[in-house]
């Protein structure tokens, strides 16, 4: 189970810093999963910190369960890991307010 208020490590705090200083445009999500489908921790850490509180707001509000919603956010991300090679370089996530697209990655 994910806990979703825990505060990053100072050692993933500084590897997403030095993927920024390095990457150049890391504020795309399309470069990060790109980096996460090449296998960079950082990049997907980036990622997670990026969506994790409005997908999980997303999912809670979907099955009204705490411990259900952290389940499937760990899920979610643990696909996107997974699959992240599948859709390069053609992925972005929606927010969550998006009409139509509300809480989709769109390929």
């Given at each position: 189970m994910l806990n979703?208020?825990?505060?990053?490590?100072?050692?993933?705090?500084a590897a997403v810093s030095a993927l920024a200083a390095t990457a150049g445009k890391t504020s795309s999500d399309e470069?990060?999963?790109?980096q996460i489908a090449a296998?960079?921790?950082?990049?997907?850490?980036?990622?997670?910190?990026?969506?994790r509180t409005?997908?999980?707001?997303?999912?809670?509000?979907?099955?009204s369960n705490e411990t259900l919603a952290e389940d499937l956010l760990s899920e979610v991300f643990?696909?996107?890991?997974?699959?992240a090679?599948?859709?390069?370089?053609?992925?972005?996530?929606?927010?969550?307010g998006d009409e139509g697209r509300r809480?989709?990655?769109?390929m």
């Open positions: 979703v208020s825990v505060r990053p490590q100072p050692a993933a705090v470069v990060l999963v790109e296998g960079s921790k950082p990049a997907m850490q980036a990622l997670f910190a990026r969506h409005y997908v999980y707001r997303w999912l809670l509000r979907l099955v643990l696909d996107v890991w997974r699959q090679g599948l859709c390069v370089p053609k992925i972005r996530f929606c927010n969550i809480g989709q990655a769109v």
